[in-house]
């Protein structure tokens, strides 16, 4: 999944509470601090967009708090010897939140979606091979899904936004308008949406589980200005910061709870390898030596954000039990370069990451480099055209497979800027994908890790901690691998218990 792990331009800092009936004067308040770039869940890719997603769509499966994969709208999926046939049940009198009922056939058309829309998101080429000729609704309750061949990550698919069943009125309604006031299946439903300000969720009452639900409203609010984010938190505007800043964190430790949450993804540094002078290996290799682990953990330090120093290109989370990599650095001779650009989102963070990178690369080769940040957008459709000799990117996995961390990098990926392509390398994470063994499993992955490092195509350099802050007056706060929060498992703390 792809990473909005800056700041941008100041979005807003204060926006309006609305009031709400019940036990509190205001509703649930999280910060974010970019704004999801799409709605329609057949092309949600960002992570601003799946941290939304995970409590206004409803899913046949899903990931809870802990990380560990739940039934959503289903009471269960039967699977074929063979593993190419999913018959799967959902739950009896399923309604959605405008009291329309809930049919198969709106299982079955996410699926046509998905599967044949000529627009492609950045994560369909993963998607399994789903036969639609064969794949049928049984009755109003349950679908069998066919495939072509076999995928072990079908069921983890199904927690993710495109296969959420959807109406044909809705889909109109996302190909007319931006807008993500719409019925659902989910815990919340959007019931307000100002660009560049706010959303406004509220309970969905006819939710299969409405009565785990116990906060009434939540107002998600896009702020990137760092500096106002203690301030409003202070004063009660905000009850979840989504990230701490490093410069702020003892003043929120001191009026709310610092949580750490390690999550599937990793921050890299990527070569343009279609232009010298980073076409060249030996280029590539001599300012991935410039940049060695042990100045990477220096590195995390220096950012003070709980990240960890990247060892490897796959977050520690994913890594077989047990797995340790000792990297031998191999010195090479190479002329250096004219000056060259480095290109990043912007950010405090990342100013600050992109700076140590371009100090220790003029220390040990005397190579000087231009750094250009941009804001997301820009940075983003760069990236698409015509990347810098070295850009910053980030990925973040959307279930959890070592497998697609690594697809990112693959000759086909739209995500892979690079220019690189290694057609061992793609074999080996597709035989990654499929394989359900641990032992070669870690075998795998011990042969994707050489291909990275012999190449050098990328320079991973932090794996993921998320700093959240969290207000004294919310319980039961819990984010999962993949940086999701579930709103319907958060309580206030006065909340009457039922």
Known sequence: ??????????????????????????????????????????????GAALKIAANTLGTAYFYDGAGERQKGLIDGCSISRNRLQYTCRFKKDLVWSDGKAFHAEQFLLALRRLTGNPVRGALSHLYPPIDMKKTRVLDARAVEIHLREQDEQMLNWMTTPPFAPIRPDLVEHYEKTRSPVLPTLGAYEVVEYRRDSHLLLRKNPRFHASDSVTIPEVMVRFIADEASLYPLMK?????????????????????????????????????????????????????RNAVLIAKRAELAKLLGTGERGAPSFLPTLLAPGGYRREWIITPVKTDPPARFRIQSDSGSRNQTMLE???????????????????????????????????????????????????????????????????KEYDALVEELHQEPLLVKRSKLIYEIESILWEEAPVIPLLHQVLRFGVSKRVSGFRANPFGVVLFRELRFEDTPKN
């Open 235 to 287: 004063s009660g505007k905000i009850d979840i910061l989504t990230r701490v800043p490093t410069l702020q964190q003892k003043q929120v430790a001191s009026i709310a709870s610092l949580v750490e949450v390690p999550v599937e993804a990793v921050t890299y540094l990527a070569f343009n390898t279609k232009k010298p002078p980073f076409r060249d290996r030996d280029h590539r290799i001599a300012v």
């Open 356 to 422: 140590f990178v371009q100090s220790g690369i003029k220390d040990e080769l005397g190579w000087v480099s231009e750094l250009e940040l941009l804001d997301w957008k820009a940075h983003y459709a760069r990236l698409k055209s015509d990347p810098a000799a070295i850009y910053r990117f980030g990925w973040q996995n959307p279930i959890s497979s070592a497998s697609i961390v690594y697809d990112v990098l693959t000759t086909d990926s739209p995500n892979n800027f690079t220019g690189w392509s290694n």
């Open 1 to 46: 999944m792809i990473q909005r792990w800056v700041t941008r331009l100041v979005l807003c800092a204060f926006c309006t509470v609305l009031p709400v009936s019940g036990l509190f004067a205001e509703p649930l308040q999280i910060q974010l601090p970019a704004e999801p770039t799409w709605f329609d869940p057949l092309f949600l890719e960002d």
